[in-house]
T-cell receptor, first 114, second 117 residues
């Protein structure tokens, strides 16, 4: 069974530029998550989708971050304009259902803002 | 409030030593799940184990074992006869699935394990 796919793996951009990350969850997984992991810290949830609806985006900096999951499968996370403090690994994850099931992670997209 | 504490920031051992990674959690719920993930240098979070709050049985999987004690709110992870390939960052995480919660994972800060040959 294929795992969670993410692209690009690495991205370097200048501050104030924009960037987009793509995620394809495990087939059949209704719940999709985007986590931000800053170096030396544990991952922090940015946004959680159940099918194509947002369940939790309380920690998403909405002035610069946006995410969508239009058809309830793939998802895109966008940052515009990027700040230096956005340098982090962006991890996409998915699970069969919203609660009580194991959450599987992709390899992450490493962002460096210079 | 939900919280996960991994007090050990870094641990260094020599190959074949046993090592225990500590995890202490805080929750007001009686129903919750605890997880351990491994993050090698490649960056992917690899799922190791999930335990629900009603199952306090210890688990063993090969060289890995987990000790869940509700009385002390701890879910510790032991690697027996450590190997160089065990070198990684290990995260403990908590999820509260009750109605009204989203089931998201709350992670600890992680413990970096270095196993030297």
């Amino acid at each position: 069974e294929a795992g969670v796919a993410q692209s690009p793996r690495y991205k370097i951009i200048e501050k104030r530029q924009s960037v987009a990350f793509w995620c394809n969850p495990i087939s059949g997984h209704a719940t999709l998550y985007w986590y931000q992991q800053i170096l030396g810290q544990g991952p922090k949830l940015l946004i959680q989708f159940q099918n194509n609806g947002v369940v939790d985006d309380s920690q998403l900096p909405k002035d610069r971050f946006s995410a969508e999951r239009l058809k309830g499968v793939d998802s895109t996370l966008k940052i515009q304009p990027a700040k230096l403090e956005d340098s982090a690994v962006y991890l996409c994850a998915s699970s069969v259902r919203q609660t009580g099931s194991t959450i599987y992670f992709g390899e992450g997209s490493w962002l460096t803002v210079v | 409030a939900q919280k996960v504490t991994q007090a050990q920031t870094e641990i260094s051992v020599v190959e074949k030593e046993d090592v225990t990674l500590d995890c202490v959690y805080e929750t007001r719920d009686t129903t919750y799940y605890l997880f351990w993930y491994k993050q090698p240098p490649s960056g992917e979070l690899v799922f190791l184990i999930r335990r629900n709050s009603f199952d306090e049985q210890n688990e063993i999987s090969g060289r890995y074992s987990w000790n869940f004690q509700k009385s002390t709110s701890s879910f510790n992870f032991t690697i027996t006869a450590s190997q160089v390939v065990d070198s990684a960052v290990y995260f403990c995480a908590l999820s509260e699935p009750r109605s009204g919660n989203t089931g998201k994972l709350i992670f600890g800060q992680g413990t970096t394990l270095q196993v030297k040959p």
